[in-house]
């Protein structure tokens, strides 16, 4: 929470003592966008997905949203600080993340940026492109064909 705070050291004074004291004060967003997911179009590329987010709890708190920052990393074989970042404008809801690797786990997150700074983290989020999401597809589309199948011989 501190890291999104400013501190302004102030003096009081008065014929009897001079006194210093420190106030925090919050500036940008004070919390994340909620309901971080993934989509996944059956046609689109095997590498990519899209990511969308909800509002934070209290959109205007600090000035109205300038831009979301996106961030992404592969779980296993990145370090945990090499993240890459996407801006997005603050007026949208979503980004297409297009050329990663096939077959392999992503961490997500996501936070708001407003006039006076940026706000906290989102908790992590895990998407899987390739091989997962084309399986659950072909096991959807299977399911409508067998149902049609048996709703036809009726």
Not at 58 to 84: A, C, F, I, L, M
Not at 112 to 117: A, F, I, P
Request: aromatic letters at 12%; charged letters at 15%.
């Amino acid at each position: 929470l501190f890291e999104h705070c400013q501190t302004v050291r102030c003096r009081a004074e008065c014929s009897v003592s001079i006194s210093y004291f420190g106030i925090f004060l919050l500036l940008g967003p004070t919390s994340s966008p909620l309901n971080l997911k993934t989509l996944v179009n059956p046609d689109s590329p095997e590498d990519s997905f899209v990511v969308v987010w909800g509002p934070t709890p209290s959109p205007g708190v600090n000035g109205p949203v300038v831009e979301y920052h996106v961030e992404y990393r592969q779980e296993n074989g990145s370090k945990p600080d090499s993240w890459t970042r996407v801006a997005v404008n603050g007026s949208s809801l979503n980004v297409s993340l297009t050329s990663l690797g096939v077959y392999k786990l992503y961490l997500l997150r996501i936070r708001v940026v407003n006039s006076e700074g940026v706000g906290p983290w989102s908790d992590e989020y895990r998407a899987l492109t390739g091989e997962l999401r084309k399986t659950v597809w072909d096991m959807f589309h299977s399911y409508v064909v067998l149902l049609f199948f048996v709703v036809t011989q009726l």
